[in-house]
């Protein structure tokens, strides 16, 4: 027997058809009569929002420990080039190989961690300009180190960081320079040159391949929203927009008799909803719903609104009536779980694409009437205009 939305055959809990993220509808193309569908959540609530800012620093960390452990390498050949004093020694090592780790408990302790981690990004330029002074301005390591943490600001997406970087960037030179006396050392020797290659390399990589996997799930959800401003959120269904231009293109492209429309309307649904209320009325318009798919084959199924269903189908008329009655004895065997005692039927109307004459309202409307015939003539039936 069949079974639909609320409907499991031994009463198996309801698997929904719409995936979790951007939820987007999936058609079942398996047994037609146990096609079953849950309205989808279209975007992310507030919630989930906020946690994905929350956790940023966790995002952060990985990429901020491997950024200034490598760009750190550089700076502590330079300063045993100078032969600098412990004090610069260690506050290298504690700017490459301490802060990133530091920063990860400030923002995780932080009662608000987002913003906690805003201000380790800007503080991430100030440790980086002040390591330029202690360098003596060596211009390969200088240029390199301050390049990539302003490479990284920019590339984060937020609003404004790349200017209080710059600040930031700019206050620790002058605070390192103050500590160093703006001693002026420009020349690069081949030992800190191999010295840049690491963060040059294994960081430039790390971040594209970030960055590549941003893409493509921005791609992947750019996709799914598009599908959704086509779809139907409780049927699953396209919506009437899509579908009218659908069916309009369909009109224009194949030869008239060899197009069929077919317009549905649920008998007595609103005596359904006064009933078994309205979430048994989602349940019958989603299952229904899912018998209409499974017989649309590359047909259009579409929702013009309330209990109105409607498939354009590259079909003649008699191949059309076949799917008609596929799809009104498809209703009809349908069973709900949660109504048990419930049965529904749909009364359809057929048109031929040579009896609308090319035109989409006159189609519509020469299904419509044959839908008034069919209700006219006892309901659950498919009728043809007369």
């Known amino acids: 027997m069949a079974a639909a939305s609320g409907v499991r055959p031994n009463d198996s809990p309801p698997k929904p058809r719409f995936p979790t993220l951007a939820m987007l509808v999936a058609h079942g193309r398996g047994n037609c009569m146990t096609t079953v569908s849950t309205a989808p959540q279209a975007v992310r609530n507030d919630p989930v929002h906020k946690h994905h800012l929350q956790t940023l620093y966790r995002r952060v960390w990985g990429l901020r420990a491997l950024g200034m452990g490598l760009g750190s390498l550089a700076p502590l050949v330079v300063l ?6 412990v004090a610069a020694w260690a506050w290298v090592i504690f700017v490459g190989y301490g802060w990133p780790h530091l920063a990860y408990v400030l923002a995780a302790r932080s009662r608000d961690a987002y913003r906690a981690e805003q201000r380790n990004l800007v503080f991430d330029t100030v440790l980086a300009g002040s390591c330029v002074p202690l360098m003596h301005f060596n211009v390969l390591p200088s240029v390199v180190l301050l390049t990539m943490v302003m490479a990284d600001r920019l590339s984060a997406g937020i609003r404004g960081l790349w200017h209080r970087g710059l600040i930031g960037m700019l206050a620790g030179v002058l605070l390192g320079g103050m500590a160093t006396g703006f001693a002026f050392a420009p020349q690069t020797r081949m030992p800190v040159v191999l010295a840049c290659l690491p963060i040059l390399v294994i960081h430039t990589l790390a971040v594209s391949l970030n960055s590549y996997a941003l893409v493509r799930r921005t791609q992947q959800q750019n996709i799914l929203l598009k599908k959704l401003s086509r779809t139907d959120a409780l049927t699953g269904l396209v919506n009437r927009g899509h579908w009218e231009q659908a069916a309009t293109t369909l009109l224009a492209t194949v030869p008239a008799g060899e197009a069929s429309l077919l317009m549905m309307d649920l008998d007595a649904f609103k ?3 006064d ?9 019958v318009l989603q299952a229904v719903s899912g018998v209409v798919l499974c017989h649309a084959g590359a047909g259009i199924a579409g929702r013009l609104g309330g209990d109105e269903l409607v498939l354009a189908v590259t079909a003649d008329a008699a191949t059309a009536a076949a799917i008609a009655e596929d799809i009104r004895a498809g209703v009809e065997a349908l069973r709900f779980v949660h109504a048990p005692a419930l049965r529904c039927s749909v009364s359809i109307g057929l048109a031929t694409n040579g009896t609308a004459g090319g035109s989409l309202r006159v189609w519509l409307d020469a299904a419509d009437q044959a839908l ?6 006892g309901r659950n039936r498919a009728s043809a205009p007369a």
């Not at 009933?275 to 349940?283: A, F, I, K, S, T």
């Not at 008034?372 to 003539?377: C, D, E, N, P």
């Open 80 to 85: 045993h080039e100078l032969k600098s004093p």
């Open 271 to 273: 005596q359904i909803n």
């Open 275 to 283: 009933d078994y209320g309205h979430l048994v009325g989602d349940d």
């Open 372 to 377: 008034y015939r069919a209700k006219a003539q």
